[in-house]
């Protein structure tokens, strides 16, 4: 079996190899660059999205106190939407700091990540049936909307523990935030 070995040219100006190395590595940059600001650029599109969404329809204002809300939905969305939030509370704060446990919870405990997609998924298929009778076909974009908003937040947050709770501060927050909304909502 013969190997390739290149031949370098004498005559060829030995610095002209390095310089077309260094165009491509400025190229890479500049769309890694493009791909970073994308990226940025989608998550604070579905963040303002999500924004719009809460204020223009106060949408926690009507989800707890609109009588036409689905009662029976509403209450298997909130036990579907506490299970998924135990469930990462479990796999980011009591795993690594209580317990110990260093490896991911997909070698660790696969079964969780099962569990959680499916709490996650039936609290927005029940959230969507309890909202309905309020917001009609809207409901569905909505909720796909604000889910997008809220997971893209993470692009802003640091990555350590400390933003699995600036992350339950900001659901928190949202929450909360039919106090400070002073209509009823114009998407009803």
């Known amino acids: 079996m013969r190997r390739y070995v290149p031949v370098q040219n004498i005559e060829e100006d030995s610095t002209r190899q390095p310089k077309i190395i ?11 660059w493009g791909e970073w600001l994308w990226v940025k650029a ?5 963040i303002s999205v999500a924004i719009a969404i809460v204020y223009y329809s106060n949408f926690f204002k009507q989800l707890f106190h609109n009588e036409n809300i689905n ?19 479990y796999a980011a704060f009591y795993l690594p700091c209580i317990k110990g446990i260093t490896e991911d919870i997909e ?6 990540i099962q569990l959680g997609a499916f709490a996650g ?13 309020v917001f009609g076909w809207w ?17 802003f947050l640091p990555n ?16 909360f935030s039919h106090y400070y909304i002073d209509h009823d909502g114009y998407m009803h």
Not at 42 to 46: E, K, S
Not at 73 to 89: N, R
Not at 139 to 155: D, E, Q
């Open 22 to 32: 260094k165009q491509l590595d400025i190229y890479d940059k500049i769309e890694q």
């Open 42 to 46: 989608q998550a604070i599109f579905w």
């Open 71 to 89: 009662e029976l939905f509403l209450t298997f969305a909130l036990l579907f939407i506490g299970m998924s939030i135990s469930l990462s509370l």
């Open 107 to 112: 070698t660790y405990n696969p079964k969780a």
């Open 121 to 133: 998924f039936m609290g927005f298929i029940t959230l969507t049936i309890a909202i309905w009778p």
């Open 139 to 155: 409901s569905f974009p909505m909720l796909f909307a604000m889910f997008l908003g809220f997971i893209n937040t993470g692009h």
């Open 160 to 175: 350590h523990q400390l933003s699995g709770l600036l992350f339950g501060a900001i659901f928190i927050g949202a929450f």
